[in-house]
């Protein structure tokens, strides 16, 4: 496209970016008076010129013309975040709008190209899961004029919607039923912690140790990072311990996915050769014999406050810069977590 072109549909931050050859944050960093390089500054300053762009040009133009379309920016599409996408579509399609979906895998990179590729498109909002270091990429996207709205992951100092969980809360509750049924050795298989959500769900688990007066083990925390085969790790380190935890709780499900897989492979049984609680429910946790006790995240309500935040910022300019809403969870109790384990402690 010519730069007269650009200059009648006005220069959005992305074609700055473009013809600038920077990140999208670069150029946001560059507008709100921070520090970048001096061959960034000069390329940028020089891109400005020759587009005429102007600060509020974007966010403008968004505002003049919608398209209709809500960007989901998701890591995968797990089962977590596909019931999500489920529970979404019929509220934006109520609005008149339609989702357009991108899996960036945690890779930043592809975080990158999504967040440009939604910015080209001009979405009328966008729809994420927090990642770390994801704060330049949606600076440049608000300062496009996109309205966004994060979940699951917090990213710190942006004026963004949020919606979350309480994570610790849940997290200390499931920890204090493993308690009251006898246990005293439990161990977490924790997720990231450069991560909010894998942070505060240990933030819990100690919690409730502290709390009950249950001397805090090192040895029974194993990190990992959400994956299948990081808690079929976990599960092999904590059982080859002299003395191994009599429970675990698993910080989401596909890590519960991998203890199970090790259980099964040593014919080990829940609960009786070792209690079990995971962080999200899905239909597989109902199917063993037992059952998996498990924290249900509000998928529905998620969705909805997500919908209504998205919605609202698309039709009416005059918000707060931040508005945020902290959901509960339910703990769906089953066998896993055992009834009574007492004779087991030593």
Known sequence: MSDVDLKRRRPTINDVADRAGVAIGTVSRYLNGGEIRKSNRRQIEEA?????FTRNAAAASMKSAKTGIIGFLVPTFDE???SLLNHLAPLFRSTGHTMLTYSHEEDPRLFEDAMAFFVSQRVDALIAAGIPKADELLAGCVESGIPAVIYNNDVRGLFLDRVFVDNAKVVTRAINHLIEVGHTK????SGREEESTGAERREGYEAALTANEIFLRQDYIVSGDWSVESGYSAAQTLMSLKDPPTAVFAANY???VGILEWMREHSMRTPQDLALVSFDDVDLFRLYDEGITAIAQPVSQIAQAIASYAVSRIENTDLPNIRSR???????LRGSSGRSVRNREG
């Open 326 to 332: 902290t959901l509960q969870c339910d703990i769906i």
């Open 254 to 256: 596909q890590m519960t």
């Open 186 to 189: 439990i161990a977490i298989c």
């Open 48 to 52: 400005i010129e020759a587009l005429g």
């Open 80 to 82: 977590f975040h596909a």
